[in-house]
């Protein structure tokens, strides 16, 4: 798969999200898949949007022990999506088991991504409650390296830390990045963003991108004018 903008939808309902996807009717965008909708509407929104013909990014985030992510992974393989995720401090054993539990019995299996440290974590946070004594850029660049030794294809991380990661773990390691911005857009809640063009520099593989577009007054003018700043 290529560089692509997979849009974040961050949707409470499946009204809502079908309504949002109903006015893509040329293209057919890369879609993340969060917790919330996931919990509301279980499997069957999933399968719905991979029907309508939508890559789909099923961002659940596991923890746990290995095998119970091994089988739980089995079973979001069985939805077809295109990517899913762990947490990269469930270790790399969790990670090897969610990776073998992905693959299917034709060979072929989803991307698989880990999330490093969460950004709304901070280094005191992690000093003082996990007692993680280093700086939270070592931490990251530490646990994508552990998430490549485990043989999965990347982490999520902020564009800005996507140059570091491609040099400890290669230039094939998968970067997925939220945290962008049009030049001219609202920021958010968000604290470090960059624009798609400069998310293109910096080397990341795929950009999430939410509100800049699902809030849009024109969402599939917004989405093309990310794939055209992203992709070229
Ligand atoms: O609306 P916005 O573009 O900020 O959405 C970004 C998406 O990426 C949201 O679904 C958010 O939960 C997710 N995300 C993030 N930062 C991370 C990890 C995930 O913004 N570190």
Known sequence: MGRDVIIACDFSSKEEVLHFLSK?????????????????????????????????????????????????????????????????????????????GLRRADGTRPLLIAVTQLTSTSEDVMRQELLIDEPIEKTVMHYAKN????????????????????????????????????????????????????AKELGSDYIVVGRPITQAADP???????VKEFVG
């Open 24 to 100: 893509f009717e040329k293209e057919k965008p890369f879609v993340k898949i969060g917790m919330e909708l996931f919990y509301a509407e279980g499997p069957e929104i999933v399968k719905t949007i991979k029907k309508m013909g939508h890559k789909i990014f099923l961002d659940l985030k596991l923890h746990d022990i290995p095998n119970t992510v091994k089988k739980s992974m089995s079973v979001l393989s069985g939805l077809d999506v295109d990517m899913c995720n762990v947490h990269a401090s469930g270790t790399k054993a969790m990670m090897s088991a969610a990776l073998e």
């Open 147 to 198: 998430t490549m030794e485990a043989g999965l294809d990347g982490v999520v991380c902020s564009p800005l830390e996507a140059e570091a990661v491609h040099r400890i773990c290669g230039e094939a390691f998968l970067t997925i990045t939220p945290g962008v911005r049009f030049a001219d857009g609202d920021v958010g809640d968000q604290k470090r963003v960059t624009t798609p063009e400069k």
């Open 220 to 226: 599939v003018a917004a989405y093309l004018r990310c």
